[in-house]
């Protein structure tokens, strides 16, 4: 069983729809949960972050941690074309390694 | 907004060349890193960096990698060999400080090894 698993995609939705982005995990030592946008040979940018469970809204993004299903989800509202990009969910436990694991990104497409 | 800035963007070398990327984090901050994506897969760590010392390395990090802060604001990837397996993108990240899980990237700096 892969560590970070997330849904490659793509996914295609129409402009104002809610997206619903998830990833799932293995390890239990995951305390602190990350949401990056990737655009197309670019840098990952950091969307959201939330540290143990619960929720976490920015503007348009809400970002969810379901610890006992080892299930975390971005939502995005009344998203937009230049939404269009890759998500990438990443995680780190809370002591020893730093290290980020990254899932292999969701493609998102919101057509005009 | 403060970034963190890569240079260079792209670099192409030969097999066996010695290459150094370059990474200026955000000004601040305490811990510093590399990341790598080849084309297509996920991003991965490979080395962080903390109070001037190496904290945490992945098992990609082997003798050709080595890592630097040669100032107080450059930090730098030297690959001592490179190989055609090391094309992809690598990418700088910087985070604040210990209690944080926040990771800042880079542009990133392509390289291709032919």
Sequence with gaps: ?112 | EPEVTQTPSHQVTQMGQEVILRCVPISNHLYFYWYRQILGQKVEFLVSFYNNEISEKSEIFDDQFSVERPDGSNFTLKIRSTKLEDSAMYFCASSPGQNTGELFFGEGSRLTVL
């Design chain 1, 1 to 112: 069983q892969k560590e970070v698993e997330q849904d490659p995609g793509p996914l295609s939705v129409p402009e104002g729809a809610i997206v619903s982005l998830n990833c799932t995990y293995s390890n239990s030592a995951f305390q602190y949960f990350m949401w990056y946008r990737q655009y197309s040979r670019k840098g990952p940018e950091l969307l959201m972050y939330t540290y143990s469970s619960g929720n976490k809204e920015d503007g348009r993004f809400t970002a969810q941690v379901d610890k006992s299903s080892k299930y975390i989800s971005l939502f995005i509202r009344d998203s937009q074309p230049s939404d269009s990009a890759t998500y990438l969910c990443a995680m780190r436990k809370d002591t020893g390694r730093r290290a980020l694991t990254f899932g292999s990104g969701t493609r998102l497409q919101v057509q005009p």
